[in-house]
Structures are given as C-alpha cells and as structure tokens.
Nanobody, 118 residues
Framework: VQLQASGGGLVQPGGSLRLSCAAS????????MGWYRQAPGKQRELVAS???????NYADSVKGRFTIFRVSAQNKVYLQMNGLKPEDTAVYYC?????????????WGRGTLVTVSS
C-alpha cells in the first residue's frame, strides 16, 4: 500500500490550497486518517486527524483555518487550507492508520511541499 499526497505549491499569505491523499492498494479497515507537517529544522507535528467514527482534531495553530475531510467510500483524505501564513510552510504528509490483515499499522505518503511566501 502506498499513499500519494498532492496539491502542494507556492501560495501567497492569505491564500488557499487543498491537499489530497489517496491510497493505492487495499487497506482493510482505516482507523484514522491524518495530516502532519514538518518545517525545516523542526520535528514533524500533527496538523489534523480524522478518526473513523470520531471527531476531527486540529493543532491549535490551524484551528479555524484548516479543514480535514474524507470522501465517503474512498480511501482518500483532503486538507483544505485557508488563510495560509508563512509559518505554515512545511512538507505535509498524509497518514492512514489501517488494518493490514494482522495488525494496525501506519501508512505514510511521501509528502508534498507547501510554501507560503510573498
């Protein structure tokens, strides 16, 4: 199973981007989907998560600006990012936590770069 994230790019402060992530291959049961990011020189951090059947969670720094959502019946997750700030610049990674037939494992995408700059 591979995850492919897309939608990153260069955007001016205040602009918007929508990231998407799709899984190729079969994941029997997805327990949660999420987006993480890693800025230069910093640790990877959780941006937003969407547990199956649960409530969304957001980092305080993106609340009110970012929205995570999933298309029903598809192994696809999106991150709508509005009101982007320079401090949102990072490589964004998608994550699925799913059942591989034996146990729950984390699947990671390769990352997509978001640069917020004027």
């Amino acid at each position: 199973v591979q995850l492919q994230a897309s939608g990153g790019g260069l955007v001016q402060p205040g602009g918007s981007l929508r990231l998407s992530c799709a899984a190729s291959g079969i994941i029997f049961s997805i327990r949660a989907m999420g987006w993480y990011r890693q800025a230069p020189g910093k640790q990877r951090e959780l941006v937003a998560s969407l547990p199956s059947g649960g409530s969304t969670n957001y980092a305080d720094s993106v609340k009110g600006r970012f929205t995570i959502f999933r298309v029903s019946a598809q192994n696809k997750v999106y991150l709508q990012m509005n009101g982007l700030k320079p401090e949102d610049t990072a490589v964004y990674y998608c994550n699925f936590n799913g059942w591989n037939g034996e146990t729950y494992v984390d699947y990671w995408g390769r990352g997509t770069l978001v640069t917020v700059s004027s």
